[in-house]
């Protein structure tokens, strides 16, 4: 599997996902130091994502997301704080992207934001030749999924599987795993995962 071409130059999308990631490491007080021992990435590394100068993966997102003792949807810009009062809704207008340009993944949170919530629903889009890389992958929680649109390939261990459309998954995200699009176009994944 591997990822898509992508010129050399920052985005404005890494950008504001670099700083999110560091208020959350400065709120949680954590040195980049500390975040690197955390994470197994290095010091440097961890500052040009933060600099917006990297573009993370999802396999190192969700890491960074297992370091700070949050879930994925956490580290998604320009997502609505959670309120005193859990929102019910989110209107399609208002949903949070999380788009991994250089891996040709964008993910649109479709839940409320929530600190007490452990379930988060999404829709995953692959691009053609998307992958979260031929690394294998773990973090906490448990997924699951439906390919909607496509095809997907799907790793988990030693196992691997070419979900068509309308095949479904679950896992426990502690599995090593990895996917990619194994469709000539577009795959849509309807995704969820549970701390």
């Not at 670099?18 to 980049?32: E, I, K, N, P, V």
């Not at 788009?99 to 919530?117: A, M």
Request: hydrophobic share 40%.
């Amino acid at each position: 599997m591997s990822a898509p071409a992508a010129s050399g130059a920052s985005q404005p999308v890494d950008q504001e996902i670099g700083a999110g990631l560091r208020r959350l490491r400065r709120a949680r007080g954590l040195s980049l130091v500390d975040l690197a021992a955390r994470t197994s990435l290095s010091i440097g590394f961890l500052s040009q994502i933060e600099r917006g100068l990297s573009s993370p993966t999802l396999r190192v997102l969700v890491g960074m997301a297992d370091a700070f003792g949050v879930g994925l949807a956490d580290l998604f810009p320009n997502g609505a704080p959670p309120q005193d009062r859990p929102a019910t809704i989110v209107r399609g207008a208002d949903r949070s992207e999380l788009q991994l340009w250089r891996s040709g993944i964008r993910k649109h949170l479709l839940t409320p934001l929530s600190e007490s919530s452990k379930l988060n629903l999404y829709m995953v889009e692959l691009e053609p030749g998307a992958s979260t890389g031929d690394e294998l992958y773990t973090h906490q929680g448990e997924e699951a999924g439906l390919v909607m649109h496509g095809a997907m390939l799907l790793k988990v261990e030693s196992e691997s599987w070419t979900l068509q459309e309308g095949d479904s998954f679950r896992f426990l995200s502690s599995r090593p795993h990895c996917f990619a699009n194994a469709a000539e176009g577009e795959t849509r994944v309807l995704w969820v995962t549970s701390l």
